[in-house]
């Protein structure tokens, strides 16, 4: 069975500073993998997925994740915290098996500091 | 172009009654989607529509929980006997295809309280 684990319900960050947010997942085939955003009182909107090909894929508001493999991970990133990114975010997973099911995390809080 | 819509918003129901909520998907989205999330928790999967057939409904909970979606369009998911636990965010969500991979679009929610 898939699943995916989200390292830390809430993460802390002051402006400029560097974004990581942790993700591992369990999958006994290679996933599609997926972060999603959540802004407060907004639907979830997609940031960036890794399906086939390069394994650093970019994202909209200058994220970008890498599926690692021999990890098990796909750690969203972003080099400067600015303000805007405070929200809920989530990580998820499909396989191309069973592609009308996404399996998410339990999300990460990003707070930022100024 | 319109995204995924949700009515209501909101609803407020009394233990034992029977609700629907409804999701409007994107024009032309063949496949749609029905998540449930509880304060705290990331979406967990419900159903699956492509067309008008439920392709997937191993989400749902229980035989309280229905959905239909007569003419692919437009989603009705239906609760009977509805409970305290039933309370959460339902969202729906639409795709083009139902493709492994491909991007689905999120609806803002419909927020239940079972009272």
């Known amino acids: 069975a898939q699943s995916v684990t989200q390292l830390g319900s809430h993460v802390s960050v002051s402006e400029g500073a560097l974004v990581l947010l942790r993700c591992n997942y369990s999958?006994?085939?290679?996933?599609?993998l997926f972060w999603y955003v959540q802004y407060p009182n907004q639907g979830l909107q997609l940031l960036l997925k890794?399906?086939?090909?390069?394994?650093l894929v970019k994202g909209i508001n200058g994220f970008e994740a890498e599926f690692k493999k021999s990890e098990t991970s796909f750690h969203l990133t972003k080099p400067s915290a600015h303000m805007s990114d405070a929200a809920e975010y989530f990580c998820a997973v499909t396989l191309y098996s069973s592609a009308s099911k996404i399996i998410f995390g339990s999300g990460t809080r990003l707070s930022i500091r100024p | 172009g319109a995204g995924v819509s949700q009515t209501p918003s909101n609803k407020v129901t009394e233990k034992g009654k029977y609700v629907e909520l409804r999701c409007d998907p994107i024009?032309?989205?063949?496949?749609l989607y029905w998540y449930r999330q509880s304060l705290g928790q990331g979406p967990e999967f419900l159903i699956y529509?492509?067309?008008?057939?439920?392709?997937?409904d191993s989400g749902l909970p229980n035989d309280r929980f229905f959905a239909v979606r007569p003419e692919g369009s437009v989603s009705t998911l239906k609760i009977q006997r509805t409970e305290r636990g039933d309370s959460a965010v339902y969202l729906c969500a639409s795709s083009f295809d139902g493709l492994a991979g491909e991007t689905q679009y999120f609806g803002p929610g419909t927020r239940l309280l079972v009272l």
């Open positions: 999958s006994s085939v290679p996933p599609y």
């Open positions: 529509f492509q067309g008008t057939g439920a392709a997937d």
């Open positions: 890794y399906t086939t090909g390069a394994t």
């Open positions: 024009s032309g989205h063949t496949a």
